[in-house]
């Protein structure tokens, strides 16, 4: 419990200072893009990540589904962008300065491929960050084991091609910024159960890895 109460400290700092939610707690933004790709799509995700990340630390949330629009400035309200879907996503130039302002500003953006968005989500991030490359995260990286252990990365909680999982990074200042599930497949195991009918022990493995991903954000 000392751990969460200090990782809860540090969530309050880190939220207060940089990106200043309202008083009812911590939130997950969805972030909206454009290119076609489905990006609104298991809205139940979020949610229930929430009610886990209640339910297994200290830290305070608001268990709500919200998305942004990067034509405005709510990004800079979030500690944490979620991305996902199927198919192309597309950036504009002026959307891709406003991310990678978010970016340096201290911001965190975790990407999930539901599958399809591979070649669209290098191509846009490689125009935000032209000078930076994704990197595979090695296994012994904290976000793999400051609440929960992942000594082999990502898990495997959805099957599209027969491949491993792997987990990506773009790191800014030495700080992982983006973090990046290909082949691996998180918020479908965090959505409602009829969704995608995964059995009870491999939910409960993708929202334990949600929160370790979620206690990163927050602490880094």
């Known amino acids: 419990m000392e751990k969460f109460t200090y990782i ?12 200043p939610q309202n008083d009812d707690g911590f939130q997950i933004a969805r972030l909206k893009y454009d290119g076609g790709g489905d990006w609104y799509n298991d809205p139940s995700s979020e949610v229930n990540l929430l009610d886990f990340v209640n339910k297994h630390t200290t830290i305070k949330v608001k268990s709500e589904y919200v998305f942004v629009d990067l034509d405005g400035n709510d990004i800079y309200s979030y500690p944490l962008l979620f991305v996902t879907g199927h198919g192309n996503i597309t950036f504009s130039d002026s959307q891709i300065q406003k991310l990678r302002a978010y970016l340096e500003r201290g911001g965190f953006i975790y ?3 539901d599958y399809g968005i591979d070649k669209s989500i290098r191509r846009e991030i490689k125009k935000m960050f032209p000078e930076n490359d994704f990197v595979e995260i090695p296994f012994d990286h904290e976000i793999y084991h400051n609440v929960f252990e992942f000594n082999y990365g990502p898990p495997k909680i959805h099957e599209h091609d027969n491949k491993p999982p792997q987990g990506f990074g773009l790191f800014l ?8 599930t290909y082949e691996s497949n ?14 009870p022990e491999i939910r409960e493995t993708a929202l334990k890895f949600g929160t ?7 602490t880094n």
């Open 8 to 19: 809860f400290l540090c969530f309050l700092l880190y939220v207060s200072a940089v990106f």
């Open 111 to 113: 990407i999930d491929d």
């Open 173 to 180: 200042n030495e700080r992982l910024a983006i973090y990046y």
């Open 186 to 199: 998180p918020s479908d195991g965090w959505a409602d159960p009829e969704v995608h009918k995964n059995p």
């Open 212 to 218: 370790n991903l979620i206690v990163y954000a927050l």
